[in-house]
Every structure is written in C-alpha cells, then in structure tokens.
C-alpha cells in the first residue's frame, strides 16, 4: 500500500470510587432503577455546589504515575458548555488547560506510544429508547460519574497496535484497581483519530474521529475499514473531510454523524465553584509519593520477571501477566514447593522443574476446571500449600499423570488434601517392580502374536503392550517402569 495511517487514541475510563464526582451519591454502574442514585448536584439544580471526589482525584494520580506522566503542580477544572438531555446542567465539567496530568507512554510489542495528556471529568446520564415509544426516557444514575480520559499523541501505526494499546491500558486500570474497564458495559469506551498520508510524507492528512468505540474488535474493524476508505477516496482524487463518523457493528461499516462545521464550540471556561488543585505541593490534600508507593507491578515487569526469574516461556508469563491473582497464586505455590525442597534437602536445581510443572498445571488443567466451572482463581478452594504438595507428588512419581487428573478435580471439588485423596481414591502410582513384573508377564503371556511382532522388528507393537499393561494396572502403574520391564523381558 502507498499510504501509511497515523492513529491516535481518546479513552474514557469510568473510575471504580464509592461516590460520585462531585456529589455524595452512590457510584453504582450496575443500578437497574432508573434515576436511584441522584440528587440536587448531579441533576444540575441550579443553585446547587459541587465539591471534587479526592479519590477519584488520587485514581486518576496513580494511573498517571503507573504511565510515567508528570503530575501538574496546578491543575483546575472547566465548564465544557453544550446542551444535551442526558446533561441536565447544560454543561460538563472536565478539564481544559490545566489537565492533571501530561506525558508519559505505554510500551506496546516494544514500541513506546506516547500518551498527550489524562484529565478528569464527569459522565453524562444516558437516554434510554423504549421499543416502539415515539419518546425519550433519561435516567441519570451515570451522570457525575468520574471519567478518566487519556489522549495519545498521533502515533499508532495500525489498526492493531492501537487494539493493543487499549488492551494494556485496560489491563493497567485493572491491576491499578481503578475501574473494572469492562468494555461491554460502557466502562471503558475508545474513540479513534485516523488519518493517512503517503508513506514517507512528513505532513499529516486530514482526520477523521470515530466515537463510541465499545469493544477491541470494533477499535480494530473500524480502523481497518477507515484506512481503506480514505485510500478509496483519496485515490479517486478526492479529499478527505474532517468529521466524526460512528461505526455500524452489524455492517462493519463507519458512517458519517457530524462534518467540523456542525462541531460544536464548547466555550470552555474555569468552573467557577470548584476551587484551583494543588496536586504537588508538600502539605497539600494529595501526597503523590505516596500514592506512587501504592502502585503495584505492573504487567509488563510482571512479564519480564516471571520470564527470567521462573524461566516460564514468554507465552506462559504472558497469561500470568494478564492475570494478577492467578500470577499471585502461582508465586505463592513456588514459594511453598522452595520450602518444601529446603526443608527436605532436595538439590535446589530441582525447583526449576517443579516450577516449570506447576505453570503447566496452573495453566492447563486448573484453568480448564476453573473455565469449566465459570470461576476465578480468587474463588478456587484449593490452597497454595496443597497445590505445592501435589505437584510434589507428581514429581515423586507417586501419582501418574492420569491420576493427577483425578487428584485436582477431587481438590477442586473438595478443597482437600492431596494425601488425603490420595489414599481415598486410591491413587497411588505403582512402582513396585513385583506387582508391575506380575502385570508385565501376564500381558507377555497373553498376547503372542503382538511378542512375535515386536521381536521380528515391529516396534509399533510395543506400544500395544504398553497399553494393555497400563489398562491390566487400571492406569497405576508407573509408566516409565512398565515401559522399562518390558523391553527387558522382550530382548
Ligand atoms: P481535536 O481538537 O479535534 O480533538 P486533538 O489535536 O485534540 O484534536 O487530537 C485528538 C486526537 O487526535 C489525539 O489522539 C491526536 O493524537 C489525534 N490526532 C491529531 N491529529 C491527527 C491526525 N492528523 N491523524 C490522526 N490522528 C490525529
Ligand atoms: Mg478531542
Ligand atoms: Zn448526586
């Protein structure tokens, strides 16, 4: 293609605080009775003041703070002016100037996305459209929500860097513990800035704005359908008008909702009830120290470390990084098997092993019960401690691998003690050279034509009796012992 796309990003983040923005009331995104959760300030009485939310103030910090923005010494908040039925006040509070934060970036596959600036604001209510009604109704139990908005500098290179720019950010709130930034349910809504120009050209093309962008695959289709209209039409020789369009998901189509001349002047001004922040300043409300301590590892260090420090593939330490308390889970467990090896004076060089097992059965079957059952590691009955016990006991070959199976469903279950079950369920792994021998010879015995089939050169019948050993032990015999005997015994 001759054209290369220059994309920038505007997110909005709805923040997880008790109340809202500006009033005392309940910030509940999941109330279903319309209009509970309001009062006198955030249906815009007149007359009424706002007084500022310091948590949500503090959330927006640490999310600048985890993406290396600069906090502003000063920063204040602005009337954004425009009428709406969702916005009783005929204005919005957000930030204009001043925003609490600038800078900083996020790092995607290696490539640093800078990010312009993260300021605070409030939400709207939302209109609802009755089936059928030839009326409006509006609930205003979103309105004064706080919303976080981050802006990125026009630097994203394709319609999928910019999939994984949100998909980090997410991640990121989420870890931070700011929002629940579920897309589906309007936590978190992306809008998308793209232009083209031909490869090499220093200037920028003409923009176009694509609003209310409600799920990493609508963020990724969108773009990728504007990139090749605009090449469309600038290859026609026509020209490319600054608008905002919207994007039709059952269409997989951008249409247009507004062109720049129909844009709105917001006629920004400072609010005149909320009084200038000092967001640095020693002594003051807000200790960003602090807040910078509070932050926790992030999933990119989280990555890195489980790759050098656990030695997990990049895949394996990739899912762990997406998933704080199944990442938690797993250091705890290693930490118990690191113990275990001390306390028994094992060769430290086997904890590597153990930890390599442990991911794969964290990663394998244990995500399989938990996916299976809709849960989440926070509410799994098993322990640390009994999970370290069992891979101890896979690792002592004291349970076969088809046994384990067993032993975690039945922990899962139960939340039970792997020796416990062990003996319950009669699991142990047979290594016992008598009885295997006897198993062994019994199999030999019975199936001569598969003996003489091995003996004149077809290996594949070993396997044969392999299984029939195995089925004969009712799959407890160790394997590895089974497998041994029998090319002893066949020569
Ligand atoms: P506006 O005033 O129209 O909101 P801004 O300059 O504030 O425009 O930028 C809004 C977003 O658009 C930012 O994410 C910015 O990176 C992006 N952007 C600006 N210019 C372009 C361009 N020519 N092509 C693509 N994105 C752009
Ligand atoms: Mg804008
Ligand atoms: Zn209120």
């Keep these: 293609m001759k054209y290369e796309p220059v994309i920038g990003m505007e997110v909005h983040i709805e923040l997880k605080t008790k109340s809202k923005m500006f009033c005392s009331c309940a910030n509940n995104p999941d109330e279903i009775q319309p209009n509970k959760n309001i009062c006198p300030v955030c249906i815009g009485y007149p007359g009424t003041l706002p007084v500022a939310n310091k948590e949500a103030i503090e959330d927006t910090i640490k999310t600048a703070l985890a993406l290396g923005c600069r906090i502003a010494e000063h920063s204040k908040f602005d009337r954004k002016n425009y009428f709406y039925p969702d916005l009783p006040k005929g204005y919005q509070i957000s930030q204009y100037d001043q925003p609490i934060s600038e800078g900083g970036f996020l790092e995607i596959n290696g490539r640093k996305i800078n990010i312009t600036r993260i300021h605070l604001e409030e939400d709207t209510g939302k209109l609802v459209h009755p089936n059928g009604a030839n009326y409006s109704l509006v609930d205003l139990n979103r309105a004064g929500t706080p919303l976080m908005e981050l802006v990125t500098e026009p630097e994203i290179k394709s319609s999928q860097e910019a999939k994984e720019f949100c998909r980090q950010l997410q991640l990121i709130v989420k870890y931070l513990g700011v929002s629940d930034a579920d897309m589906e349910k309007g936590h978190m809504r992306c809008e998308a800035n793209i232009s083209i120009k031909l490869v090499g050209q220093k200037e920028f093309g003409t ?7 409600n799920s990493f695959r609508a963020v990724e289709r969108s773009i990728e359908y504007e990139i090749k209209r605009q090449a469309e039409v600038l290859d026609d020789g026509g020209k490319i008008v600054q608008e905002t369009r919207g994007w039709n998901a059952d269409e997989q189509k ?236 066949l020569g």
């Design 207 to 213: 923009k176009v704005e694509i609003k209310n962008l």
């Design 254 to 489: 951008t249409y247009s909702q507004r062109k720049k001349e129909e844009a709105h002047d917001y006629r920004y001004f400072p609010e005149p009830d909320l009084p200038p922040l000092n967001l640095t300043k020693k002594a003051g409300l807000f200790d960003v120290e602090k807040i910078r301590e509070s932050i926790p590892e992030l999933p990119l260090f989280k990555k890195n470390r489980f790759i050098n420090q656990y030695k997990l593939t990049e895949e394996n330490a990739r899912i762990f990084s997406e998933d704080k308390e199944l990442a938690n889970f797993f250091e705890e467990i290693v930490s118990e098997l690191r113990e275990w090896i001390k306390a028994k004076g094992i060769d430290g060089n086997r904890l590597d092993k153990l930890t390599k097992l442990t991911a794969n059965y964290i990663l394998t079957e244990l995500q399989r019960l938990l996916y299976k059952n809709g849960n989440s590691v926070v509410d799994c009955s098993i322990t640390a401690e009994n999970f370290a016990e069992f891979i101890s006991l896979i690792n002592e070959g004291k349970i076969s691998s088809s046994g384990a199976q067993v032993m975690l469903s039945e922990m899962y279950k139960t939340g039970g003690d792997p020796s416990n079950i062990l003996d319950e369920k009669e699991l142990t792994q047979v290594s016992d050279e008598s009885e295997i021998e006897r198993i062994v010879d019994e199999i030999i015995k019975n199936n001569q034509k598969s003996v003489d089939d091995y003996k004149s050169g077809k290996k594949v019948a070993l396997k044969f009796l392999m299984g029939q050993a195995m089925k004969e032990s009712k799959g407890k015999a160790n394997p590895q012992v089974v497998g041994e005997m029998l090319k002893r015994k």
